[in-house]
């Protein structure tokens, strides 16, 4: 199998499913203890927009879809402080008219461009040298804020009211989230695509929590998990010619499952484990 690594392409491929892995594995956890997935399928699937705007704009993919994401995570944030109450139904329309926006904006481009699809089902194979410069760049920043406000992050997805009361500024880490969230979308697209982004997201952390101690462990469990899935992924598209994405996802799925089988641990991830 070392010889499939003589392949650049499957480089490039390894090392975006890792950067996209860690990224996952980290936001992932945010995602799944604050039970904010429903939000997080309306970011990854509203910043189709960005990618419609990209290319009528003729501009880069990825920096735009990331602005765009980032605006529209931000918008979404805003919703859900302001009224919860109907925020399922914002974040719906949101995600409709994100997704709308990007195929009329692609409609309006002229010609027709095959990569298109790599966005909506993901291209790992076909990962540029500016592509993963463009991941490392944004997994760097993503950990070092995930870093700097972690204690926080933990007393709000354990105990919001809790945290209010201690002087956290919950609003700032809620919206902060959702930004971290678009970027993490952005950095995941070409690996599985928007439409299966939120796989990823959620599959690797909802395994690792029911057996990890603490926050730290299990967003470190979640990327080692999320690793597996994607190297297990992509050799998988590499001997049987399937679309890789598609495989990974696959892959993911059938270790959910698999985990459901096996009983969870005692501990669960909490506060207390975090110090």
């Not at 919860?84 to 997704?99: K, P, Q, S």
């Not at 599959?203 to 297990?232: D, K, N, T």
């Amino acid at each position: 199998m070392i010889e499939v690594f003589q392949h650049e392409f499957m480089r490039n491929a390894l090392t975006a499913g890792l950067l996209a892995s860690l990224i996952c594995g980290v936001i992932g956890s945010l995602v799944v203890v604050n039970r904010i997935v429903f939000l997080s399928g309306g970011v990854a699937h509203a910043s189709y927009g960005g990618v419609g705007l990209a290319f009528f704009l003729g501009l880069p993919v990825l920096p735009v879809t990331a602005v765009f994401a980032t605006l529209t995570a931000l918008l979404m944030a805003a919703v859900t402080l302001k009224a919860r109450e109907r925020a399922d139904t914002v974040i719906g329309v949101l995600w409709a008219a994100g997704m709308a926006l990007g195929i009329i904006l692609l409609d309006l481009h002229p010609g027709y461009n095959v990569d298109l699809m790599s966005y909506l089902f993901g291209s790992i194979l076909a990962v540029p040298d500016s592509d993963l410069a463009l991941m490392g760049g944004l997994a760097v920043v993503v950990l070092l804020v995930v870093v700097c406000c972690y204690r926080g992050f933990v007393v709000m997805a354990f105990d919001e009211e809790f945290a209010r009361a201690r002087g956290v500024p919950v609003a700032f880490l809620h919206c902060l989230l959702l930004a971290l969230i678009a970027l993490c979308v952005v950095m995941v697209i070409r690996v599985v695509g928007l439409i299966l982004v939120i796989a990823l997201l959620t599959i690797p952390p909802f395994i690792a929590e029911r057996r990890a101690r603490s926050l730290a462990a299990m967003m470190c469990a979640a990327s080692l998990l999320a690793a597996v899935f994607c190297v297990s992924g992509l050799f998988a598209s590499y001997l049987l010619d399937l679309t890789s994405g598609a495989l990974i996802i696959a892959v993911a799925c059938l270790g959910f499952f698999l985990s459901l089988l096996m009983p969870a641990g005692t501990a669960r991830a909490r506060p207390a484990g975090d110090g």
